[in-house]
């Protein structure tokens, strides 16, 4: 069993930054696909953003694509997430996500989730 904890949102104006980070525990932290989803308000959960286990490969949702960055660091157990020039439509509850294959992360296949962190940007 996997467990997954969310840090770093907060309040922020637009054009911004924020950096998500996730501490996962419990598993072999390498041997996972590691991804950011959100919710916002009225809204379904929507992909964001992925890494392979190696972190060789990296994917975004377009519309944060450009402004986002995934990392990990396996040595850490930890993935991150930096949020630049952030919108008021990037406000949402950040989910960290796990699924030992990305291609179904990507497409909302996720075997872990964290508790969720909100971030919030003001215009």
């Known amino acids: 069993q996997v467990q997954l904890v969310e840090s770093g949102g907060g309040l922020v104006q637009a054009g911004g930054s924020l950096r998500l980070s996730c501490a996962a525990s419990?598993?072999?932290?390498?041997?996972?696909?590691m991804g950011w989803f959100r919710q916002a308000p009225g809204k379904e959960r929507e992909f964001v953003s992925a890494?392979?286990?190696?972190?060789?490969?990296?994917y975004y949702a377009d519309s944060v694509k450009g402004r986002f960055t995934i990392s990990r660091d396996n040595a850490k157990n930890t993935v991150y997430l930096q949020m630049n020039s952030l919108k008021p439509e990037d406000t949402a509850v950040y989910y960290c996500?796990?699924?030992?294959?990305?291609?179904?992360?990507?497409?909302?296949?996720?075997?872990?989730w964290g508790q969720g962190t909100q971030v919030t940007v003001s215009s």
């Open positions: 996500a796990a699924h030992k294959e990305s291609y179904r992360l990507r497409v909302g296949v996720v075997d872990y």
């Open positions: 890494i392979t286990w190696s972190g060789a490969y990296t």
């Open positions: 419990g598993g072999t932290f390498s041997r996972y696909a």
